[in-house]
């Protein structure tokens, strides 16, 4: 059974719980093989400031957690940041952790409403910070994000961002800005960080991305016409790859970057 959110239990579970406890953005595991902790926390050795009920996966409640600041943790465990654990922890357990820290970084920035400056509480039966005062419900943040392939014949387009490893390379992605629509965002970024327009703009599918509150809509899309040119300041390189000729570095196979990159490796193969 795959993970389903909830923001109650909806029934008394005997399976112990499974923890996903996060320490300024690192996720804790209990031992080498990056088990997850299961169980009573105290027991266990771990202090948590507060708790969030996550859902069920497998008939097991997961729940996420804050590690009390400056609390010791159980011999062989060890804090972890998400992205380094790619390839690394099961992606059924990346998804999840995801959507944990996604909705403990939520409670904790909305903690004062951002109406009237009065503290906030859980909502008793939504997924939503409530203001006693004024009455504002504040929901999780969902930041929108293209992310698309442009291809030019039997080629695709890949850039280095400024923030990426040297010699790593990917799609080029933005945020949706107010007003838009997602095929007016996607070839603004295009443009802006490439030069270049495009043309038959198709979905490709989606994925949450909470670092910290991104989704990501994918695209697939052609070249149409301009002159190839990274924008010099976010976007530091970009060029035409062959199907047998891409960057040694790239996105890991979990991201939809790597989805979309190898959709054309699949379609343009020699």
């Known amino acids: 059974m795959p993970f389903v959110s909830a923001v109650l239990p909806t029934e008394f579970i005997e399976t112990a719980p499974l923890w996903f406890v996060f320490s300024h953005g690192a996720l804790l595991t209990v031992d080498s093989d990056l088990n997850l902790p299961r169980g009573d926390l105290h ?3 771990i202090r948590i400031d507060e708790q969030l009920y996550l859902g069920i996966w497998e008939k097991t409640p997961c729940f996420a957690g804050v ?5 010791d943790i159980p011999k062989l465990a060890a804090l972890n940041e998400l992205r380094a654990l790619f390839g690394r922890l099961d992606d059924e357990m990346l998804e999840i952790a995801g959507h944990a820290f996604q909705l403990l970084n939520w409670k904790q920035t909305h903690k004062y409403c951002g109406r009237c400056g009065c503290a906030t509480k859980m909502h008793p039966t939504e997924r939503a910070m409530l203001c ?3 009455g504002l419900r504040q929901y999780p943040r969902i930041s929108p994000a293209v992310i698309v392939a442009v291809t030019k014949g039997d080629k695709i ?4 961002n400024e923030r990426f490893p040297p010699d790593f390379y990917s ?10 629509n997602l095929e007016q965002c996607l070839r603004r970024e ?20 909470p670092y910290p509150n991104s989704l990501m809509i994918a695209f697939t899309a052609e070249y149409s016409g301009g002159e190839l040119k990274a924008d010099g300041d976010e976007i530091t390189d970009v060029g035409w790859y062959e199907a047998d000729s891409l960057p ?3 996105p890991y196979k979990f991201s939809i ?11 343009h193969k020699k």
């Open 132 to 134: 006693d005062d004024c």
């Open 67 to 71: 590690l009390t600041d400056g609390a």
């Open 157 to 160: 387009l890949l850039g280095h």
């Open 43 to 45: 027991q266990l050795g």
């Open 248 to 250: 040694a570095s790239l």
């Open 190 to 209: 295009i443009r802006e960080e490439s030069g270049i327009e495009v043309k038959s703009i198709r979905y490709f599918g989606s994925q949450p991305w």
């Open 257 to 267: 970057a790597s989805k979309l990159i190898q959709n054309f490796v699949k379609t």
């Open 171 to 180: 799609v080029l992605a933005g945020f949706t800005e107010a007003g838009e």
